[in-house]
């Protein structure tokens, strides 16, 4: 259906305008807008509309305002998709359902574009993550640190920035999975079926084996879906 449209307040406006300018100038992290004296006369836009659109995309994590500075254009980071992820989980009734099978899809491609361009370095360092979560069976806290840094090292040996935000913004949904499957205190043969599988696709990986890592990772899902049961 139709609808009138809606002209756009100054404020939007200038938000497009900002956001136009960043692009096509080409700025980067850390670089600086013009100030609002010379904004507002070039725009011909009132100081306080300038403000207001540095507060719209200042909470859109676009730029970061300062008092005494200019505005300066924000490094990308996963804190929105983060916020996203965590409130999702919060009030949706299939939300860990959902999470899940998310999960799942990325971690699979993690695995196969790790195989295909990880560093022997990046691999070796999720070998000694791995080897270090044997160290920490008995320790949950340690235990679900070095099994996000595992799951986080994967990604970043896919090479794809990309990839490592979308895992970043899980992260914090990840760890309450993991530490709602060992709230329930496992046994010891249950930690260490859990290990052995994180184990066994550490050596997927290192022999670039992309079946039996994924296969691997979907019997590590198997290992952790028994912990919440």
């Known amino acids: 259906m139709l609808k009138p449209i809606k002209s756009l307040t100054l404020v939007e406006q200038t938000n497009d305008q900002l956001l136009s300018f960043i692009a096509e100038q080409s700025l980067q992290a850390g670089d600086s ?20 659109s540095f507060r719209n995309l200042e909470a859109r994590g676009i730029i970061e305002v300062a008092n005494g500075r200019r505005a300066r254009i924000k490094p990308v980071t996963c804190e929105p998709l983060m916020d996203y992820f965590t409130r999702f989980i919060q009030v949706e009734d299939r939300a860990q359902e959902e999470f899940t099978e998310i999960r799942i899809a990325l971690e699979l491609q993690c695995i196969k574009l790790a195989v295909d361009r990880g560093t022997d370095n990046q691999l070796a360092e999720i070998q000694n993550t791995v080897s270090q979560m044997r160290r920490y069976l008995a320790f949950q806290d340690r235990f679900v640190a070095l099994d996000m840094q595992f799951h986080l090292q994967i990604a970043r040996a896919t090479q794809n920035t990309m990839m490592v935000y979308l895992l970043e913004s899980l992260r914090d949904a990840i760890k309450g999975c993991i530490e709602q499957g060992l709230s329930a205190r496992p046994d010891p043969q249950q930690m260490e079926s859990v290990q052995v599988v994180h184990e066994r696709l550490v050596d997927a990986l290192l022999a670039r084996d992309c079946e039996k890592a994924q296969k691997a990772l979907l019997a590590h899902f198997y290992e952790t879906s028994k912990l919440h049961v």
Request: a neutral charge.
């Open 33 to 52: 807008l013009p100030s609002i004296a010379h904004l507002s006369e070039t725009l011909g836009a009132s100081r306080a509309v300038i403000r207001e």
